[in-house]
């Protein structure tokens, strides 16, 4: 029979049970999604190791879970070691530091630069950094805590090797550079471009510090960590089951957590990542100066006025726009309600292109660049009501920036001094 008689009876047999097949489908499709979102957290929360860590405090609001990116070389072989240019240094530092805090499903990162200059658990002061090394992540936990007032609920471990080998799992990350990035201690040369970066890479690229300073590389790093959630939430990852468990696996042997995180927590932290993905996120690092040491050692120093606007914001969760402040009284200002012009003023050619485009990636809309009178420090200046807004600008600028009201005008301005010279602290 031909399909013109077939069309003209209406459908045939086998069209009908395809029909009736397509709802019964879509149900065991729906029944299966609906117990992957429930039985991932409980599978992954099971596959992660296990480490003891002090000092965690009970969530009763958003979340905030303390990320560290372990420096140990003790799980990689000599040839690992060799490949990803990591050397042979002993013992264990966090090459990387940050606060994630999630809340319905929007995040905010919160980075703290490694070779920032604090009182440490033990009382010492010294790099945050080697907190790890002196009392254990417990150690690490309060003393970002005893800095910031943020109350850790969980904590996350990743390692050199566990960062390449995820990377992997997910068939690795794409990035697109404006300019190419060659360091040969990190042992990476990338073309500009878009690419997709292998795990041997993409560790190269969150290491490097030797190109620009160590600011310019905690933005790297958070680049790339949305940029891998995102490849890990992806279609292709997600409906791949032999790329998932592999996720999962590789995850599970790269990661470690604290003892207390179970299914419901890794929930939580699965739609961060989620938020991650899709860029409901915005990535806030630590504001600082750089100093020196008495010994002559360069380090970064916290600037503690604007420092503490941005450590309140985290501590109550209204930097995610979803949570109202403690003090409501006090003016909520975003990025982008903020007009900004930046000027040189430290003699640094390029300086104010620079500084543009890292309050452009932060939200803020620069409407002007410019030269200025040679100084020695940094200055927002601000027209009468604009404080709240003046304070936000300082806290992304380089330099031991000071707020100084103008009698009018519009907007906020930014003169950079010397002590933003751009070099690396």
Excluded at 24 to 47: R, Y
Excluded at 379 to 397: I, N, Q, T
Excluded at 400 to 424: H, I, K, N, R
């Amino acid at each position: 029979m031909s399909t013109d008689v077939d069309q003209r009876w209406g459908p045939s047999v086998e069209q009908r049970v395809r029909r009736r097949r397509w709802p019964a489908v879509l149900a065991v499709v729906l029944v299966l999604a609906l117990v992957a979102a429930i039985a991932l957290p409980w599978w992954a929360s099971h596959q992660l190791g296990r480490v003891e860590v002090t000092d965690l405090a009970d969530s009763g609001g958003p979340l905030h879970v303390l990320v560290a990116g372990s420096d140990s070389r003790e799980e990689l072989t000599p040839e690992e070691r060799a490949e990803l240019g990591t050397g042979n240094v002993g013992g264990e530092r966090a090459d990387t530091i940050f606060v994630m805090t999630i809340h319905r499903g929007e995040v905010a990162l919160l980075a703290f630069p490694r070779d920032l200059w604090v009182p440490r658990c033990d009382g010492s002061v010294g790099r945050i950094n080697a907190a790890t090394a002196i009392g254990g992540p417990g150690c690490l936990v309060r003393t970002v805590r005893d800095l910031s007032g943020i109350d850790v609920n969980h904590y996350v471990e990743v390692t050199f090797g566990g960062f390449r080998d995820v990377v992997d799992a997910v068939g690795g990350v794409e990035l697109c550079l404006e300019e190419p990035i060659s360091d040969r201690d990190a042992h990476i040369d990338l073309p500009a471009g878009c690419q997709v970066l292998d795990g041997a890479d993409a560790l190269g690229y969150v290491r490097v510090r030797k190109i620009d300073n160590d600011l310019m590389r905690i933005q790297r790093q958070q680049r790339f960590v949305q940029a891998l959630a995102r490849e890990a939430l992806s279609a292709g990852t997600l409906s791949n089951p032999v790329r998932m468990a592999s996720l999962v696996r590789e995850t599970g042997e790269a990661v470690r957590v604290d003892q207390d995180m179970g299914p419901i927590a890794m929930g939580r932290l699965a739609w961060g990542a989620r938020g991650l993905g899709s860029g409901a996120v915005t990535t806030h690092t630590v504001p600082v100066e750089p100093r020196t040491t008495s010994a002559g050692a360069a380090v970064l120093e916290v600037r503690v006025e604007p420092a503490e606007v941005l450590f309140a914001a985290f501590r109550d969760g209204s930097i995610l726009g979803q949570i109202e402040r403690d003090d409501p009284d006090e003016p909520r200002v975003e990025p982008g309600d903020v007009q900004v012009t930046v000027l040189n003023g430290a003699g640094v050619s390029g300086l104010a292109a620079s500084v543009r485009e890292q309050l452009t990636e932060q939200g803020f809309e620069v409407v002007e660049i410019g030269n200025a009178d040679r100084r020695e420090t940094t200055v927002v200046r601000h027209p009468p009501g604009e404080e709240a807004a003046a304070r936000l600008v300082a806290a992304y600028v380089p330099g031991a920036a000071t707020l100084e009201q103008v009698a009018d005008g519009s907007g906020v301005t930014v003169v950079l001094g010397a002590d933003a010279g751009g070099g690396d602290p």
